[in-house]
């Protein structure tokens, strides 16, 4: 998937002046409130606000997945920075047609990506991800176009607990990771593991960069022993639980109170990639498996109901700042 590197991401912009309406939070220790009384308010809010960004040119946010049989733009067994699990052919996957598709725009068309222009245009230059997994694909999909491009390149990889980075050394260009799937912080304490909403010491590890690119949600969502906090900690008080978008939407306006605090936006781009949706159909076998298909639904997946008061949530956040 991140063969899509340059299609793949929610582009949203940041605002320092307030636009006023942000949206209302349930109760903290509330475990079944939901904002979705808000929705018309909140989708109303992010349609104007992706109006506004796309100011008449190119909407890139309105588009296709059309198939393209000069993908991918790398390959998984030639690139030295990938990890083994994503080589879904050495693994056994028959097929490779989902490699071969790209993002349309119904009003332009996206340049191809071309990594040894992209090392001359960032020269010198920190790149960090930031955020879950889909950010750790987004890392390794981007250094492995560009090595694709410029195969001969000099490089150096670091990785640590939750951090890497890849440089291209005659161009000096950083390409970092840091993993934390909440964006806030979640630290150990003798009561447990907390997960605070209104704390992002992490943020010290993201200043310095020439663009940050963002990412989380679906670690909001898992409960049970896939959820990796005991606590939310939010003012003071520590909750068992709480409505997770509520506390969504609390964790995204402390993060997005530091970018205002500390992003020099004449020096450092800001991106958001976008919740990713599920792209895939249930249908049961007689064996009781699950098959689960994509081919031929591509004119559908723009349309995600599911995702879009989270999508929207994201933008009236970012327009309060």
């Given at each position: 998937?991140?063969?899509?590197?340059?299609?793949?991401f929610?582009?949203?912009?940041f605002?320092?002046?307030?636009?006023?309406?942000?949206?209302?939070l349930?109760?903290s220790?509330?475990?079944?409130t939901?904002?979705?009384?808000?929705?018309v308010?909140?989708?109303?809010s992010a349609?104007?606000?992706?109006?506004?960004l796309?100011?008449?040119?190119c909407?890139?946010?309105?588009?296709?997945?059309v198939?393209?049989p000069?993908y991918?733009?790398?390959s998984?067994g030639s690139c030295?920075?990938?990890?083994?699990?994503?080589?879904?052919?050495?693994f056994?996957?028959?097929?490779?047609?989902?490699?071969?598709?790209?993002?349309?725009?119904?009003?332009?068309?996206?340049p191809?990506?071309?990594?040894?222009?992209?090392?001359?245009?960032?020269?010198?230059?920190?790149?960090?991800?930031?955020?879950?997994?889909?950010s750790?694909?987004?890392?390794?999909?981007?250094?492995?176009?560009?090595?694709s491009?410029?195969?001969n390149?000099?490089?150096?990889?670091?990785?640590?607990?939750?951090?890497?980075?890849?440089?291209?050394?005659?161009?000096?260009v950083?390409?970092?990771?840091?993993r934390?799937?909440f964006?806030?912080d979640?630290?150990?304490?003798?009561?447990?593991?907390?997960?605070k909403l209104?704390?992002i010491?992490?943020?010290n590890?993201?200043?310095g960069?020439d663009?940050?690119v963002?990412?989380?949600?679906?670690?909001?969502?898992?409960?049970?022993?896939?959820?990796?906090?005991?606590?939310?900690?939010?003012?003071?008080?520590?909750?068992?639980?709480?409505?997770?978008l509520?506390?969504?939407?609390?964790?995204?306006?402390?993060?997005?109170?530091?970018?205002n605090h500390?992003?020099?936006?004449?020096?450092?781009k800001?991106?958001?990639?976008?919740?990713?949706?599920t792209?895939?159909e249930?249908?049961?076998?007689?064996?009781?498996?699950?098959?689960?298909?994509c081919?031929g639904?591509?004119?559908?997946e723009?349309?995600?109901?599911?995702?879009?008061?989270?999508?929207?949530?994201?933008?009236?956040?970012?327009?309060?700042y």
């Amino acid at each position: 998937m991140g063969f899509l590197f340059g299609a793949l991401f929610l582009l949203l912009s940041f605002s320092k002046a307030a636009h006023g309406g942000t949206l209302p939070l349930a109760t903290s220790n509330s475990t079944t409130t939901s904002p979705s009384s808000y929705t018309v308010f909140v989708a109303n809010s992010a349609n104007n606000r992706i109006q506004r960004l796309a100011g008449g040119r190119c909407n890139i946010f309105k588009g296709k997945w059309v198939y393209d049989p000069s993908y991918p733009l790398y390959s998984f067994g030639s690139c030295p920075f990938i990890d083994p699990e994503f080589n879904c052919q050495k693994f056994g996957r028959p097929d490779a047609t989902y490699l071969k598709y790209r993002w349309q725009p119904f009003s332009c068309n996206l340049p191809r990506f071309n990594g040894r222009r992209f090392l001359e245009k960032w020269r010198g230059k920190k790149i960090m991800f930031v955020g879950d997994s889909l950010s750790l694909n987004m890392w390794q999909s981007l250094s492995c176009m560009i090595h694709s491009s410029v195969p001969n390149a000099k490089t150096s990889l670091i990785r640590g607990d939750g951090f890497a980075s890849i440089t291209f050394l005659d161009d000096g260009v950083k390409i970092l990771l840091y993993r934390t799937p909440f964006l806030v912080d979640l630290v150990s304490e003798k009561a447990g593991r907390v997960l605070k909403l209104d704390s992002i010491n992490n943020g010290n590890s993201w200043k310095g960069m020439d663009m940050l690119v963002f990412n989380s949600w679906h670690w909001w969502t898992h409960t049970g022993s896939s959820q990796p906090w005991d606590y939310i900690g939010d003012g003071g008080k520590y909750y068992k639980d709480m409505d997770r978008l509520v506390a969504f939407y609390k964790g995204l306006t402390t993060w997005a109170r530091w970018v205002n605090h500390n992003v020099n936006a004449s020096q450092t781009k800001v991106f958001f990639q976008g919740i990713s949706p599920t792209h895939y159909e249930f249908q049961f076998r007689n064996e009781g498996g699950v098959l689960r298909i994509c081919l031929g639904d591509c004119n559908d997946e723009f349309q995600l109901h599911v995702l879009w008061l989270r999508v929207a949530m994201f933008v009236v956040v970012m327009t309060s700042y």
